[in-house]
């Protein structure tokens, strides 16, 4: 019984031990500068400044679009966004960078049409 009472005690310390910590709340200046992100986004989501969309990315950026491979870095998804590309962007995920802004580190695109043979 001793040592299945250790054994017990054990994973519990482990588990509370190794799990992530609860996340915090967005302070007022998080939730302004999400705010901007977002209008300085729609601001610049223009076919004309690609350069100012894709700088709305952090350096290593994740970009899944269907049927590609996944894209990134900054430089590679202002690359591809130079070309011809469709799709609706479902989401993406903003990381805090050290100055207090907001950026894309991740984003998800789901094609504006249906999959072939529908």
Do not use: K
Not at 40 to 57: I, K, T, V
Not at 98 to 112: E, F, I, K, R, Y
């Amino acid at each position: 019984m001793t040592r299945t009472f250790l054994s017990t005690a054990a994973c519990v310390v482990l588990a509370f031990g190794c799990a992530p910590p609860a996340p915090t709340e967005l302070s007022d200046d998080d939730r302004a500068a999400i705010r901007q992100y977002y209008d300085e986004l729609a601001q610049n989501l223009s076919p004309e400044d690609n350069r100012a969309w894709a700088n709305a990315f952090t350096e290593d950026a994740q970009f899944m679009v269907p049927n590609e491979p996944t894209i990134r870095g900054r430089e590679t998804l202002y690359e591809w966004g130079e070309g011809d590309d469709s799709g609706v962007l479902l989401s993406i995920v903003l990381q805090r960078q050290p100055d207090g802004t907001w950026l894309t580190a991740a984003a998800h695109v789901s094609p504006d049409q249906p999959p072939p043979g529908n």
